[in-house]
């Protein structure tokens, strides 16, 4: 079975500070990450995804995450935060694996940019 | 461009009510989902489309009838539906769903349902 933890339900940061939003996965087989961002009243926006290759993975809107294979984490980070990137953050994982090929999603963690 | 469009965008529907849900992509995706979300909750995947096939059905009740008329559109009938099936429901797309699970899902805008 594949899973996905996100330990921090809420992340408070302030203007312009850097931000970490925390995501650890469970697979057997090869990970195949994914960070999705949902503002209020909408659906999921795609920002950026691990599959192979260097362990920096560069996203939309100025965000990258790090893979981390030994610590199996894989958490989204921007340099300076904007009050715009207040939003529910998904971290999601599929496995290379015949028996779990749907994507699993974290729980969701909830930023807020303080001005 | 990775747009999926989802209408409506909002509903409100009655018990006894016959309504329907609408899923449309133009990027040549062969597999389409539908997702349903409480607040706050990540997406719970309901059924997934492969090359306008059936492929998973996730134990959804049958009030639920998902169709995928031609590999674009994707629509959810919904029938005597229960006031706890109020929640955004969400249709996404993917490339395919085979392997290497490496394909990213596109996700649309959601309709939020209501069931009084």
């Known amino acids: 079975a594949q899973s996905v933890a996100q330990p921090e339900d809420q992340v408070n940061v302030a203007e312009g500070n850097p931000l970490t939003v925390k995501c650890t996965y469970s697979v057997s087989g090869n990970p195949y990450l994914f960070w999705y961002v949902q503002y209020p009243n909408r659906g999921l926006q795609f920002l950026l995804k691990y599959i192979t290759g260097d362990n920096l993975v560069k996203g939309s809107y100025g965000f990258e995450a790090e893979f981390n294979k030994s610590q199996t984490s894989f958490h989204l980070k921007k340099p300076s935060a904007l009050v715009s990137d207040s939003a529910l953050y998904f971290c999601?994982?599929?496995?290379?694996?015949?028996?779990?090929?749907?994507?699993?999603f974290g729980s969701g963690t909830q930023l807020t940019v303080l001005p | 461009d990775t747009e999926v469009t989802q209408t409506p965008k909002h509903l409100v529907m009655g018990m006894t009510n016959k309504k329907s849900l609408k899923c449309e992509q133009h990027m040549g995706h062969r597999a389409m989902y539908w997702y349903k979300q409480k607040a706050k909750k990540p997406p719970e995947l309901m059924f997934v489309y492969s090359y306008e096939k059936l492929s998973i059905n996730e134990s959804v009740p049958s009030r639920f009838s998902p169709e995928c008329p031609n590999s674009s559109l994707l629509n959810l009938h919904l029938h005597a539906l229960q006031p706890e099936d109020s929640a955004l429901y969400l249709c996404?797309?993917?490339?395919?769903?085979?392997?290497?699970?490496?394909?990213?899902?596109?996700f649309g805008p959601g309709t939020r349902l209501l069931v009084l």
């Open positions: 999601a994982v599929r496995a290379f694996s015949g028996s779990a090929r749907q994507l699993t």
């Open positions: 996404a797309s993917s490339r395919y769903t085979g392997e290497p699970p490496k394909e990213t899902q596109y």
